[in-house]
Structures are given as C-alpha cells and as structure tokens.
C-alpha cells in the first residue's frame, strides 16, 4: 500500500506563513503527479497547486504569488509554503500523489491537515 502523512498545519494570525509537508512511503514504482488540495467548510474540495515529475506547476489564482509548491524526489516528499495568508485560506489540506505500482497508476490522499488563519 501507499501511505501519505503531512504535517505542518496549525494556526496563524492573517499574514503570516506555514510550511505543510506530505511524505509518500510504502511499496511503488514512481510518483508523477503531487499536488495539494483544500477543502473549507461548506465548500467543495479544491485544488491548490500541482507539482508533475517534469512538468509544469499550476496553482489556483487565489493563491498565486503567495504559495509556492515544491518537491523532494528523493524523499517522495511534497511541501507548500505558504506565505500571506489571508483568512480565506482557512480549510483543510490534503496532500494527492499519483503513483505507479502493481503495474497501474493509482491516486492516493492523504489523511488532510487543518489551516486556520485569523484575521
């Protein structure tokens, strides 16, 4: 199986920053696709940022200019910095992969990690 854990969310007062971590770890071939979604209350989940092996990134308008998508291949990791941050960013976070193992692609989440900004 494959297991994505992140960390890294908490709470910040308007303008202030947090870096959110996911790790992929268990049995699989490779990673293409990491991306970050959130999902606010009363809302449909959204994506963030996406971050393809070799690709290019893409982030939501809202967030341009103030989150920054990253990734560690080597650790299988992901990270969002997020700088700025504006109460409307307020949601749960989950982190998606999509991996290869057992000769197909798959898409895997992580369990979501809270971001609350105050204003």
């Known amino acids: 199986q494959v297991q994505l854990v992140e960390s890294g969310g908490g709470f910040v007062q308007a303008g202030g920053s947090l870096r959110l971590s996911c790790a992929a770890s268990?049995?699989?071939?490779?990673?293409?696709?990491m991306a970050w979604y959130r999902q606010a209350p009363g809302k449909q989940r959204e994506l963030v940022a996406n971050?393809?092996?070799?690709?290019?990134?893409n982030y939501v308008d809202s967030v341009k200019g103030r989150f920054t998508i990253s990734r560690d291949n080597a650790k299988n990791t992901v990270y969002l910095q997020m700088n700025s941050l504006k109460p409307e960013d307020t949601a749960v976070y989950y982190c998606?992969?999509?991996?290869?193992?057992?000769?197909?692609?798959?898409?895997?989440w992580g369990q979501g990690t809270q971001v609350t900004v105050s204003s």
């Open positions: 268990g049995s699989f071939f490779s990673i293409n696709t």
């Open positions: 971050i393809p092996s070799g690709g290019v990134i």
């Open positions: 998606y992969a999509r991996v290869y193992r057992e000769y197909a692609w798959n898409n895997y």
